[in-house]
């Protein structure tokens, strides 16, 4: 059962635009984190989230967390071909069982 | 910096071989995990270990088996490989597992792509 969903799977944009990536859950999360995985390498931490409603700033990427800790986005400004690789993001139940989502490829076209 | 290195990077094996999948983590972290990773299904855990010899089954252990016999090493074994085993293999360590409220931070390999013929 996967209790991390991402959308979408796939995106494909031009440098310079903005998108959203989301990550929903019918189950609650403690907490959640989202990872940045370059080709060819391991998952990168970027953030980590832990109170409802939550949103930080990472220079041109926002994460934000659902006030019902059962979502949370990432939001890139103006996206730079550094920014292509899988966003992963990760939540700790309240059961203290931890979960990886389904992953969303991103590719920015110079 | 935290390096955790894998023993390999591409593996190519038969099927019905022993595979051993080697990690390890220089930072003296207590956590090391085993992920699969194949497209659409994101990162699955196979094994997990919170100290030395110790072990916890993850989501996806049939098939796998692990050991732990130092702080820094944490081996990954496929007794008999099968094709529907190949996969791109992920080694994680981290300071603390996720506790109440917390997800600790995870330091990946570099993975090991393995094709099971």
């Known amino acids: 059962t996967q209790l991390l969903e991402q959308s979408p799977q796939f995106l494909s944009i031009q440098e310079g635009e903005n998108l959203t990536v989301y990550c929903n859950s019918s189950?609650?999360?403690?907490?959640l984190q989202w990872y940045r995985q370059e080709p060819g390498e391991g998952p990168v931490l970027l953030v980590t989230?832990?109170?409802?409603?939550e949103v930080k700033k990472l220079k041109r990427l926002t994460f934000q967390f659902g006030d019902a800790r059962k979502d949370s986005s990432l939001h890139i400004t103006a996206a730079q071909p550094g920014d292509t690789g899988l966003y992963l993001c990760?939540?700790?139940?309240?059961?203290?069982?931890?979960?990886f989502g389904t992953g969303t490829s991103l590719t920015v076209i110079p | 910096d935290v390096k955790v290195t894998q023993s390999s990077r591409y593996l190519v094996k038969r099927t019905g071989e022993k595979v051993f999948l080697e990690c390890v983590q220089d930072?003296?972290?207590?956590?090391m995990f085993w992920y699969r990773q194949d497209p659409g299904l994101g990162l699955r855990l196979i094994y997990f270990?919170?100290?030395?010899?110790?072990?916890e089954k993850g989501d996806i252990p049939e098939g796998y088996s692990v050991s732990r016999e130092k702080k820094e090493r944490f081996s990954l074994i496929l007794e008999s490989a099968s094709t529907n085993q190949t996969s791109m293999y992920l080694c994680?360590?981290?300071?603390?597992?996720?506790?109440?409220?917390?997800?600790?931070?995870?330091?990946f390999g570099p993975g090991t792509r393995l094709t099971v013929l």
């Open positions: 994680a360590s981290s300071l603390r597992l996720a506790g109440w409220n917390r997800l600790d931070t995870q330091y």
């Open positions: 189950s609650v999360f403690s907490s």
């Open positions: 989230v832990v109170t409802g409603g």
């Open positions: 990760a939540g700790a139940d309240t059961g203290n069982q931890f979960y």
């Open positions: 930072m003296d972290h207590e956590n």
């Open positions: 270990s919170y100290d030395v010899k110790m072990k």
